[in-house]
């Protein structure tokens, strides 16, 4: 299990991604990820989350009983949940009813109770804090990623409806890629979410391996130079 700064980074940004990699959450960011906005806000939610919980669990991790701690977590990432719905339901009310019962089923998140389990049960606070932080941008730039290409191909802007989250002034946020679009319809419908995550997922798999292959060369160029003694 990763105990360094370092790799933790890495896991929760890239190696181990929780959207692109691990595959969970899915259903949230496959179903809300129409738009960049709306990815941008479910992101944000679920990364407090994550940061919140898995510091908390961390902090009661020796003295839960391991017979009751898988609901003990639960009943943690459901209060913090309950929490930041009804902040967004107070704050960004707009932006909540465009998300709907998603944020409600964040409790149900795979990734987050597997990174209670799996890391901040058995981690201090401070590396549970940071698994929290990296996971969640991860899962943050897994959403904004595909609502953001969903939204170009779709409709041809980016960052539309900014002002559910900005206010009113971020209506000049919008930036319209395609004059006079006439819109993709597949790519906002429920089939462009699984093409899309499919491309990025391939893009990934794509730069793993030449960044691979290039390791190898450099290995083989500097294992045949010749020692000088």
Not at 71 to 91: D, G, H, Q, Y
Request: one cysteine or more.
């Amino acid at each position: 299990m990763a105990t360094s700064y370092r790799q933790i980074i890495n896991d929760g940004l890239w190696t181990n991604n929780v959207g692109f990699v691990q595959l969970l959450g899915l259903c949230p960011l496959l179903a809300v990820t129409g738009t960049a906005i709306n990815g941008l806000g479910l992101g944000l939610a679920t990364l407090l989350i994550l940061m919140c919980s898995n510091v908390t669990i961390s902090l009661i991790r020796n003295i839960v009983p391991s017979e009751v701690r898988l609901p003990i977590f639960v009943l943690v990432i459901a209060s913090f949940v309950t929490t930041v719905e009804m902040l967004m339901k107070a704050f960004y009310f707009d932006l909540y009813m465009v998300l709907g019962i998603f944020i409600p089923l964040i409790v149900t998140n795979c990734a987050i109770i597997g990174r209670a389990e799996a890391f901040a049960s058995k981690q201090p606070v401070k590396y549970a804090l940071l698994d929290g932080v990296t996971m969640g941008v991860g899962f943050l730039i897994a959403l904004v990623l595909l609502g953001g290409m969903r939204e170009i191909l779709g409709q041809g802007t980016l960052f539309a409806q900014a002002h559910l989250m900005f206010g009113e002034a971020a209506h000049a946020m919008t930036i319209t890629v395609f004059e006079d679009y006439k819109g993709f319809l597949i790519a906002i419908l429920p089939p462009g979410a699984f093409f899309g995550l499919g491309f990025l997922i391939a893009l990934k798999n794509w730069i793993d391996q030449k960044r691979t292959k290039k390791e190898k060369t450099t290995i083989t160029i500097m294992s045949a130079e010749p020692s000088h003694t």
